[in-house]
Nanobody
Framework: QVQLVESGGGLVQPGGSLRLSCTVSGTIFSIYTMNWYRQAPGKQRELVAGISSGGSTNYADSVKGRFTISRDNSKNTVYLQMNSLKPEDTAVYYC????????????WGQGTQVTVST
């Protein structure tokens, strides 16, 4: 059974930083692309950042230069370092583990709340 456990969310003031973590168990972590999505109230879930099994990264335009995604295959963990946070970054952040070739898989964490507010 594949499990994704996120941590690191919370309340932070504008301009502050947070680091989200997502630890995966029950599968071979290193072969999956890992993604962070977010969903704000009343909005669709959107892709924030992704990192491939080979280490290539991609970011939403809204977070480029502020957020950094990384992975530690020895710890089965993906991170999202979020700097210069803005109120519009407020959302539930979800970790996603995906592979589109065999062995295929698409797994999600439970989400962690990030609130940017004074």
């Amino acid at each position: 059974q594949v499990q994704l456990v996120e941590s690191g969310g919370g309340l932070v003031q504008p301009g502050g930083s947070l680091r989200l973590s997502c630890t995966v168990s029950g599968t071979i972590f290193s072969i999956y692309t890992m993604n962070w999505y977010r969903q704000a109230p009343g909005k669709q879930r959107e892709l924030v950042a992704g990192i491939s099994s080979g280490g290539s990264t991609n970011y939403a335009d809204s977070v480029k230069g502020r957020f950094t995604i990384s992975r530690d295959n020895s710890k089965n963990t993906v991170y999202l370092q979020m700097n210069s946070l803005k109120p519009e970054d407020t959302a539930v952040y979800y970790c996603n583990c995906r592979r589109v070739v065999v062995p295929r898989g698409d797994y999600w964490g439970q989400g962690t709340q990030v609130t940017v507010s004074t």
